[in-house]
């Protein structure tokens, strides 16, 4: 794959390789050589309803030494957090990444060096009224940049 015309690699899908504290092996086993041979910089996926950003993660382990060419490993975010109430993290979530239980979104943006991934808490108020937004801007619960030179060498 050529990075100066594809800066990002973000796989999307619907069940999970990691949510709350755990790897899902089933999903993972088969996917996760995968997706580290190819460079995939994000996995974006819903299923559990949590919201949940890991660190860059192989096997269950906080990678923080860059290859060569300063690739880590996928980031896996999970963005089930509009149906929130059906799921729980009992165990917490995985150290090194950050999670919610709260309502809302999440939004990636991207340029040929930096890719950011924002968590929004949704803005309705839930009870008997329409108590919506109105106007208001949404939460920002949590903000996660990576940051690559271009082009990269792979």
Not at 57 to 68: G, H, R, Y
Request: with cysteine; proline share 7%; charged share 15%.
């Amino acid at each position: 794959m050529d990075r100066t015309k594809t800066p990002w690699v973000v796989v999307t899908g619907h069940r999970q390789l990691y949510s709350c504290a755990a790897r899902n092996a089933y999903v993972a086993d088969a996917l996760e050589p995968l997706l580290f041979a190819h460079r995939v910089d994000v996995v974006v996926v819903g299923h559990i309803h949590v919201a949940q950003r890991t660190c860059p993660v192989l096997n269950s382990t906080c990678v923080s030494s860059p290859d060569a060419h300063g690739y880590l490993a996928p980031v896996h975010a999970i963005v089930g957090n509009a149906g929130m109430t059906c799921s729980t993290c009992k165990g917490g979530f995985l150290p090194g990444g950050w999670g919610s239980l709260e309502h809302g979104f999440a939004t990636l943006t991207a340029n040929a060096t930096d890719l950011t991934l924002e968590f929004f808490a949704d803005c309705a108020k839930p009870g008997p009224t329409d108590q919506s937004c109105r106007g208001e801007d949404p939460t920002l619960l949590e903000t996660y940049n990576i940051h690559m030179p271009f082009p990269r060498g792979y």
